[in-house]
């Protein structure tokens, strides 16, 4: 590594490279990201590692799954306690085309989910994100036609209790296609 670049480096980061994981094409199925032990999970997050330690456990995230279908692309996550009306979450997307690159950004709060235009790249659904809550699940859907012509994407994703940061994934690598 270069010297400039290792005077940035702290003594206490890890490094490494992952491949991308693949994620699950599902077809017209639907798994039940609600009731049973969450499906199609490609962040595991620690638990426990919120920014206010002693913190009751509705923001820390512990698992985000994603799956696509014909029809419908479902992203999902599970925290440690049950969520309450003070949480929103936030869901991040870059897709990887053949020459550009797009975010999608969804915040999910007090029960329903929008986009938010961060750049000049941002994709904006025009058309409402189902959105379900229950117990310590989040689950939304979103077209699968938003992926066409993407090969791979990072995905990330945050809590907030108060609108402050309360836990926030790594980004993590996926395939979209073969």
Not at 40 to 59: M, S
Not at 85 to 101: C, I, K, M, T, Y
Not at 114 to 132: D, G, H, K, Q, Y
Request: net charge neutral; charged share 30%.
């Amino acid at each position: 590594m270069d010297p400039f670049l290792q005077a940035f480096v702290r003594s206490d980061e890890l490094f490494g490279q992952t491949n991308p994981a693949a994620v699950q094409r599902i077809g017209a199925a639907q798994p039940d990201f609600l009731d049973q032990e969450i499906p199609c999970v490609v962040i595991r997050d620690p638990l426990e590692d919120t920014i206010v330690k002693f913190f009751e456990g509705g923001g820390d995230i512990r698992n985000v799954s994603m799956a696509i279908g014909e029809k419908v692309t479902y992203l999902a996550l599970e925290t440690r306690k049950s969520i309450t009306p003070e949480f929103a979450f936030l869901f991040h997307l870059r897709l990887f085309g053949s020459s550009d690159v797009v975010r999608l950004d969804i915040k999910v709060e007090k029960g329903e989910s929008f986009c938010m235009r961060s750049a000049s790249n941002s994709i904006v659904l025009r058309e409402a994100i189902p959105t379900t809550i229950k117990k310590n699940r989040v689950l939304i859907e979103i077209p699968s036609s938003r992926l066409t012509g993407s090969r791979e994407c990072m995905l990330s994703a945050d809590a907030y209790v108060a609108g402050k940061l309360e836990d926030k994934t790594a980004w993590r690598r996926l395939k979209l296609s073969d």
